[in-house]
């Protein structure tokens, strides 16, 4: 049984990578047996903070190559670390025996207090499937209106495939405890009015140069920094995660839930509110806020100076980018299909017989005539 953590974040650059290595560290230092689960198929700054080259990774437990004791990476800085990419991608095709194989596999990780993963930035099936299955998800964001906004449109996007649970708000890259307090204010206040979401403040972390002096000598800013601002700041955070009551969860359900979830469509749009979407997130997120006393503990950090101007750079032309995208992703799902049954049998122009010496299906690829085809929807 292990306390399952998800990281997420809208966007890439927010510092979810650092503190999911960081966080991972403290609560090893703190006496807590945790492993590190990285989905993100940008492994290079994970690898180099945790000081390894693995060279077994999640796609040989799929294939029944290794075993989980073989794949799980020991780094320096006592923190075990499970590559999951190569290997996610193996996995929403996974035939019956093949799961129930995996299943078992898994069951080897319940000896852990915590299982923290690092996901891919972004929302996606897999961003879902994780959040729904997990004992807690943090969501990770920096201060600036825009982010605020990316988060919050990441969040009703979450709500809308059906992620029901609580969010711990992370603000990270702070001026101050009062830009991290007013941040949080008016998320929470425009996720309290127009999402069906229960959010809770984590803490914050105070934007310091230290992290970065860290990711260039290629260390945790935590072990290589301990009395630096950034450093303390986790060191409340993992506290506080330790004092919370989160719920065990044993491994084997954990994935047996994520590959029931991983099941279910994905939306990338979803229904809108009468008024639109930049009058909305210009209300919610740049009107005045309850008092700061109204915040629950832990406090974001410490006081500080002046309040952020929050008016969203949100246009009209949003939706209509992602609706694009969710067109483009249904796309790449056909020719996924397509490819994957390649070595049917097929007659037409432009593919070979079954007798000639390439039997292998060939596709003719009209660009013009797709583009074509989507836009009269024929």
Request: charged share 25%; net charge neutral; hydrophobic share 35%.
């Amino acid at each position: 049984m292990a306390k399952i953590i998800t990281l997420i974040s809208s966007t890439a650059g927010v510092g979810k990578t650092h503190f999911g290595v960081n966080l991972a560290y403290r609560l090893t230092t703190l006496g807590h047996r945790t492993c590190l689960f990285n989905t993100d198929s940008d492994t290079t700054s994970v690898y180099d903070l945790l000081g390894i080259r693995p060279q077994r990774c999640l796609v040989d437990l799929i294939k029944n190559r290794h075993s989980v004791d073989h794949i799980i990476h020991r780094s320096p800085y006592g923190i075990d670390f499970f590559p999951g990419t190569p290997g996610m991608e193996e996995i929403p095709g996974l035939k019956s025996n093949e799961r129930d194989r995996f299943i078992r596999s898994v069951q080897e990780l319940n000896v852990y207090d915590y299982f923290v993963l690092d996901t891919f930035p972004g929302l996606s099936r897999n961003v879902v499937a994780f959040s729904k299955a997990s004992s807690a998800v943090i969501l990770a964001m920096t201060p600036e209106p825009s982010a605020l906004t990316d988060a919050y449109l990441f969040l009703k996007v979450l709500s809308g495939n059906g992620f029901s649970g609580s969010v711990m708000v992370l603000i990270n890259k702070c001026k101050n405890a009062k830009t991290a307090r007013s941040a949080y204010l008016k998320f929470k206040g425009a996720v309290e009015t127009y999402l069906p979401a229960n959010i809770q403040p984590l803490g914050s972390i105070f934007f310091d140069p230290h992290v970065e002096q860290a990711g260039e000598a290629k260390k945790p800013f935590l072990a290589l920094y301990p009395e630096t601002d950034a450093s303390k700041c986790v060191d409340n955070i993992a506290r506080h995660i330790v004092d919370k009551r989160i719920v065990d969860v044993a491994v084997s359900a954990f994935w047996s839930r994520f590959l029931q979830e991983i099941k279910h469509p994905f939306q990338l749009t979803v229904e809108r509110p009468k008024n639109s979407l930049e009058s909305e997130h210009r209300e919610a997120l740049s009107k005045r806020m309850k008092p700061v006393d109204s915040i629950s503990e832990p406090p974001l950090s410490r006081s500080g100076e002046t309040e952020v101007n929050m008016v969203p750079d949100v246009n009209g032309l949003l939706n209509q980018l992602m609706e694009q995208i969710n067109t483009f992703s249904q796309d790449l799902e056909e020719m996924k299909h397509l490819i994957r049954n390649r070595n049917e049998p097929v007659t037409g122009p432009g593919v070979t017989s079954p007798d000639s010496r390439d039997s292998m299906v060939r596709i003719p690829l009209d660009f013009d005539a797709y583009v074509k085809k989507r836009k009269t929807g024929s």
